[in-house]
């Protein structure tokens, strides 16, 4: 939930705050390709290195707050950088300029209307001779800031479900990952919810300094307070206790007198010897001599905790079984289509739908069209995490009823629909309603993807004949590496959309080729995700 409150303020805010501060459209694109290079190689190794971690808190939280710390930073670094690097030399030309003119012909109501257009191109030549060498720090804090909240908030999802899994018994872990995308879904449309009141008019904007200041504040303390309860919540298992076979003897038997479902120790215990690092589970031998169907014996079981290396873990990184390539691919076709929506959104409602120019003048009707066009998108996004959480109390019960295979792809042709029906229409009516299919497609990709590598940890399948035999892997294979696998797909996504989606809306002469393009690459979700092995889930 937290996390999703810094996606908001991050989609909202962040490109305007970039533009705001001199960076040009072009090299604004490149800048949403830094964070993509970087989590598409580290993610994985983070994953690898959560499932090897011999902390006493345990294997994901020191990890969840690593990435939280990197999230703070950069809330803090995006809405005060250009302050920071005032504060260090920087100077804004154009808007002492401005300011100059205010003072001289504002006090006349229309004079200042007048002369705006003049201070306006006055400007321009003023940015044309300076460009952004007169401000070099606020341009480099508030790029930092943005790669660390964008590469942090999206590689702490990894840690974070990855902990999710490992408290939680094989029976729960579909209401665990729904529940968690009903959180996802909450907190981002209270996120955009809130980056849509006017907090210039409201006691707290003029305390923190402005729109985008009170914003990014508070969705700070809310985040703040989201990792504090996340990590009090469940206590782990350290590794070297999960690898201590006296241990795992005391605690079956324990649970075998007491007759104990699963509570603090227990349930961490159970879940993470179930889910974990493959080469962490020797209780697949049933140390009791009783009866156990819920496990199968496999080639997991020959590998002694201490003798699994990290080159074994990033050999399982890049030689990954084929099921787990096919997952792989559907996710990234889906984050890809969801990315067109998230970050080209605003931009496309702005001027296909409310018909404005961002390029206009401060203050041409225009320019305000195309700002009333971006305030009314947040209220669409707002409905597309709302209904994200809607559609999530719902997807576990689709799916003991549909099976996964029906659910996974139906989610992705919902929402190519949707897509496709806003292009067409294009109109504020249309953004409203059709948003609401982006949120059973981001349910869908919240749940279905990492339901499935829990399904094939737990069953220790990750292959099948051409008969639908099933065939053990004797790969070592941990819950961390591949969750984290699965997830570096979205950095992978938007770093092939930044790349090349000017491109494509220059080609189109329209932003309704960014929707168009969604609808295109979820439709290809949908095939990709007929051809997932899904084990008679």
């Known amino acids: 939930m937290g996390i999703e409150f810094a996606y908001s303020a991050e989609t909202a805010f962040v490109s305007p705050t970039l533009l705001g501060i001199g960076i040009q459209h072009r090299n604004m694109t490149l800048i949403w390709c830094l964070s993509p290079m970087i989590g598409f190689f580290l993610t994985p190794l983070l994953g690898s290195f959560s499932d090897r971690c011999k902390s006493r808190l345990g294997r994901r939280r020191p990890f969840i707050i690593l990435l939280s710390i990197g999230i703070i930073l950069g809330l803090l670094l995006v809405p005060n950088g250009k302050y920071f690097g005032q504060l260090m030399g920087d100077v804004y030309p154009e808007e002492e300029l401005l300011a100059k003119e205010m003072d001289t012909g504002g006090s006349g109501g229309g004079n200042f209307l007048v002369n705006s257009t003049a201070v306006a191109d006055e400007a321009d030549v003023i940015n044309e001779v300076v460009d952004t060498s007169s401000h070099p720090w606020g341009i480099f804090l508030t790029v930092l800031g943005t790669v660390l909240l964008d590469f942090d908030a999206d590689a702490c999802q990894s840690p974070s479900r990855a902990y999710l899994l490992d408290v939680c018994i094989p029976e729960d872990h579909a209401l665990g990952l729904s529940t968690f995308t009903i959180m996802a879904g909450l907190g981002g449309s209270l996120g955009y919810a809130m980056g849509g009141i006017n907090w210039d008019t409201t006691f707290i904007g003029v305390m923190l300094g402005g729109h985008v200041r009170a914003v990014f504040t508070l969705v700070t303390f809310i985040f703040i307070a989201c990792v504090i309860v996340t990590l009090y919540s469940f206590s782990e298992i350290p590794l070297d206790v999960l690898s201590d076979t006296s241990n795992i003897d005391m605690v079956n038997e324990r649970r075998m007198l007491e007759g104990q479902t699963y509570g603090k120790f227990d349930e961490d215990y159970e879940a993470s010897k179930t889910y974990g690092t493959m080469g ?4 697949q031998v049933n140390h ?7 496990f199968q014996e496999s080639t997991f079981t020959e590998y002694p905790n201490n003798q699994i290396s990290l080159r074994e873990y990033v050999h399982s990184i890049i030689y990954m079984p084929k099921s787990m390539r096919i997952l792989c691919l559907t996710n990234l076709f889906c984050w890809m ?13 702005g001027e296909a739908v409310f018909g404005g120019n961002p390029k206009a003048p401060v203050g041409s009707v225009e320019r305000e069209i195309y700002e009333e066009g971006v305030r009314f998108a947040c209220w669409g996004m707002a ?11 719902i997807i576990e019960r689709l799916v003991k009823r549909f099976k996964a295979r029906q659910v996974y792809m139906a989610g992705q042709l919902v929402y190519t629909f949707g897509m496709i029906l806003m292009a067409v229409t294009r109109s504020p009516a249309g953004v409203i309603i059709f948003s609401w299919t982006a949120g059973v497609m981001y349910s869908t990709l919240f749940t279905m993807p990492y339901l499935l590598v829990a ?3 737990a069953s220790q399948v990750f292959a099948e004949d051409a008969s639908g035999t099933r065939q053990c892997s004797t790969t070592v294979r941990g819950l961390g590496t591949d969750v984290a696998l699965v997830s570096s797909m ?10 090349s989606m000017g491109s494509i809306i220059s080609a189109a002469g329209s932003t309704t080729a960014v929707i168009v393009s969604a ?3 979820s439709f290809c979700g949908s095939m990709s995700a007929s051809q997932v092995m899904y084990l008679d889930l």
């Open 280 to 283: 962490d589970n020797p209780p």
């Open 288 to 294: 009791m001599g009783l009866d156990n169907p819920g």
């Open 337 to 349: 289509s969801l990315v067109c929506y998230s970050l080209y959104f605003t931009d496309f409602v």
């Open 383 to 393: 409905m597309y995490s709302l209904s994200c959480s809607c559609y999530s109390f």
């Open 455 to 457: 399904h094939y940890h």
């Open 490 to 499: 979205v950095f992978l996504a938007q770093f092939i959309l930044s790349s």
């Open 519 to 521: 609808a295109v690459l």
